[in-house]
Nanobody
Framework: QVQLVESGGGVVQAGGSLRLSCTAS????????MGWFRQARGKEREFVAS????????YYADTVEGRCTISRDNAKKEMYLQMNSLKPEDTAVYYC?????????????????WGQGTQVTVLS
């Protein structure tokens, strides 16, 4: 089992950047695929990006492709989301997810261990 804590959110102007972090605990972190989801007020939680256990495979939602980069440091048990050229529509609570299955971290299906998330607010 992996426990996750998100951090790095904040308030930025449109066009700005933020780097989110997800710190994990648990001995099997390096064997887990990981990802980011977000939920804007009044909307469903949606996929943002995912990364394989090795970091060799990454996937992005069309809405963030080219503006965000997901990465991980297995030695530090951390995952990151570098977000550039932020838009007001990126405003949401961002959550990280970890599972042995890439399908789970890309769809969120059957995952129920969501953390508190970190708030990202982009001002126009």
């Amino acid at each position: 089992q992996v426990q996750l804590v998100e951090s790095g959110g904040g308030v930025v102007q449109a066009g700005g950047s933020l780097r989110l972090s997800c710190t994990a605990s648990g001995r099997t972190f390096s064997s887990y695929c990981m990802g980011w989801f977000r939920q804007a007020r009044g909307k469903e939680r949606e996929f943002v990006a995912s990364i394989s256990w090795s970091g060799g495979d990454t996937y992005y939602a069309d809405t963030v492709e080219g503006r965000c980069t997901i990465s991980r440091d297995n030695a530090k048990k951390e995952m990151y989301l570098q977000m550039n050229s932020l838009k007001p529509e990126d405003t949401a609570v961002y959550y990280c997810i970890a599972d042995p299955s890439m399908i789970v971290v890309t769809t969120g299906t059957n995952f129920d261990s969501w953390g508190q998330g970190t708030q990202v607010t982009v001002l126009s």
